[in-house]
């Protein structure tokens, strides 16, 4: 009678007699054991310590959104591919934000600045947007205390040990949004109706290099998303997570799985990959929130997996 060891509790398997370095670098594991890996959740989360912290505006620098303890990730990540983070600049002073990522996606909260990246110059304001590239010196100079929301693809880099690729060949480049041109295009959004599949008016924000995809990097989207005084976004899930910053919406809150989230002033809002949420309204002005998605992988390998419930 046999008594071989169950696959799966075989630990892994190591070369007999390496010829060579390479051959002994080699790892061999089975259909038992190879697939069976148990990894923390994604924790669903409301971020209100980090906006509290920036709002204080006590000394220049950045404030993580950081889940990397809960998710056993050996690197800061607000989802297991993205990094949220505020970011303070005093007045007078400069913050460099020359960062390890593909790029990030960034959000003037409050304050006025004066930004350089390589040879591109920008005066920042209150509600600008801006695409930020990666691994290209540049530093933010504020005139008066500024707070900043960014995400960035920093753990993805991170997972795979990878580099910004920069110059000509960069996957992106330096885009600003400026705030009266969001409200511009906005208000074009709202001149038209959303239909029965439409989730609702949501700006949609894209870039000269990513305009084929319809994304503002090749793996992340960005979208002004609102809601319309006393109305609520349907039950959904998609394939990709979701970090949300609340801009505006008195009360309002979002449900992800089970569990309500209310907002407030400038708080992020994590929804994990394939949760089931909604977003709701009660207040007598519209409601704003912009969503950065991990949502550009999902879409380049078909498995976005939209649905309302």
């Known amino acids: 009678m046999s008594t071989a060891n169950d696959m799966a509790e075989m630990p892994v398997q190591l070369p007999r007699q390496p010829a060579n370095s390479a051959e002994a670098r080699s ?3 089975n259909s038992g054991n190879a697939f069976n890996i148990k990894l923390p959740p994604v924790p669903g989360h409301i971020f209100m310590d980090e906006p509290a912290q920036a709002m204080k505006m006590e000394k220049t620098g950045f404030i993580n959104c950081d889940q990397s303890d809960r998710m056993e990730c050996a690197f800061a990540a607000t989802t297991p591919l993205m990094l949220a983070r505020y970011a303070v600049v005093k007045a007078g002073e400069t913050l460099d934000t020359t960062l390890v990522n593909t ?43 500024c707070i900043f929301w960014a995400v960035g693809n920093d753990p993805q880099l991170k997972f795979d040990t990878s580099a910004p690729v920069t110059g000509k060949e960069a996957a992106v480049q330096f885009v600003h949004y400026p705030a009266d041109e969001i409200t511009h295009q906005l208000d074009v959004v709202y001149s038209s109706n959303a239909n029965a599949s ?27 998303n609102t809601l319309k005084p006393k109305s609520a976004q349907p039950p959904h899930k998609h394939n990709s997570a979701a970090i949300t910053l609340v801009v505006a919406g008195d009360p309002a809150y979002s449900m992800v799985a089970e569990e309500k989230c209310d907002w407030s002033p400038w708080a992020t809002l994590v929804t994990p990959a394939a949760a089931r949420h909604s977003h709701h309204n009660d207040g007598n002005t519209r409601a704003e929130f912009l969503i950065v998605q991990d949502g550009g992988l999902y879409y380049h390998a078909r498995t976005m997996g939209f649905e309302f419930y």
């Open 103 to 145: 790029a990030s996606i960034w959000y003037v909260i409050t304050g006025s600045s004066s930004l350089v990246i390589g040879d591109e110059k920008a005066t920042l304001g209150k509600g600008d947007v801006f695409l930020l590239p990666g691994g290209i010196p540049s530093a933010i100079s504020a005139k008066d205390d």
């Open 198 to 224: 439409t989730s609702g008016h949501a700006l949609i924000f894209s870039a000269e290099k990513t305009e084929a995809a319809r994304n503002i990097t090749p793996t992340m989207t960005l979208s002004l």
């Open 27 to 29: 790892r061999y594991f």
